[in-house]
């Protein structure tokens, strides 16, 4: 389970890399369960209607805005819209940081947000693997060659109840058994998982397509293009 991550620190990477504003709040540099952290999302239907009605007040010569896209705020770690109250999402959120792309059209915890579109990417500039060949937890940054920004596959939810309201996200998985660098991590004789890395251009086509064609991008990213370095202790 990949459960600690390195947001986005630099401003410039937002609108350069993912096409949306900068964050307007402080994200924490190291995100780990049930903290704040952002995700890119397209803007929620009854805000995108909004903003094509004043769309429609411009000259003809306007540029044809397509897929608005927003950056979301939320807590890493999903709550499902069946959870009975705060208390209980505060504790079942630590458990749903990641969803298996193999069960999310079928899990009672994700299939809704998935069948209503709600898709995100989730900005990072690394993730965190434990590597156990040593025989002792060598906690490793995974982050892409290039040193480029990662656009990770994920859905996000809004849970209210009794006046409180949660948004929150997850990242997709996919089975990194095989993968050339990812099988080194995680506990050994458990499967290995990695987060669904998104190439670039499909940002647009992971966040629009239709939900029965959004499991086609549920694919492992090119070990190639990966590295991995010992976290060195402070």
Same mark, same amino acid.
């Given at each position: 389970m990949t459960a600690h991550f390195?947001?986005?620190?630099?401003?410039?990477?937002? #609108?350069?890399?993912?096409?949306? +504003?900068?964050? &307007?709040? $402080?994200? %924490?540099?190291?995100?780990?369960?049930?903290?704040?952290?952002?995700?890119?999302?397209?803007? #929620?239907?009854?805000?995108?209607? +909004?903003?094509? &009605?004043? $769309?429609? %007040?411009?000259?003809a010569t306007a540029p044809v805005k397509t897929a608005l896209r927003e950056l979301g705020i939320g807590q890493f770690g999903f709550v499902p819209q069946w959870v009975k109250s705060a208390s209980d999402a505060k504790l079942r959120s630590t458990k749903m940081v990641n969803a298996r792309s193999e069960t999310v059209t079928t899990s009672n915890n994700f299939r809704d947000a998935w069948l209503a579109g709600q898709r995100c990417i989730v900005p990072m500039m690394a993730f965190f693997e434990d590597d156990w060949r040593s025989g002792k937890a060598v906690p490793t940054r995974i982050t892409r060659v290039d040193g480029k920004p990662m656009g990770v596959a994920g859905i996000w939810e809004r849970w209210t109840k009794d006046g409180t309201e949660i948004i929150s996200f997850t990242m997709l998985t996919v089975n990194a058994n095989s993968h050339a660098l990812l099988h080194r991590y995680q506990q050994n004789g458990n499967e290995k998982r990695m987060p669904v890395i998104l190439g670039e251009g499909a940002y647009d086509a992971w966040l629009n397509t239709k939900a029965e064609k959004a499991r086609e991008f549920m694919r492992a990213y090119s070990a190639n293009l990966l590295t991995a370095n010992p976290v060195e202790k402070k």
């Open positions: 390195e947001s986005v620190q630099n401003a410039a990477m937002y #609108p350069d890399a993912f096409d949306v +504003a900068a964050p &307007e709040i $402080a994200v %924490e540099r190291d995100l780990w369960p049930r903290k704040q952290g952002v995700f890119v999302r397209n803007v #929620p239907v009854s805000e995108g209607l +909004a903003l094509d &009605e004043a $769309a429609e %007040e411009e000259p």
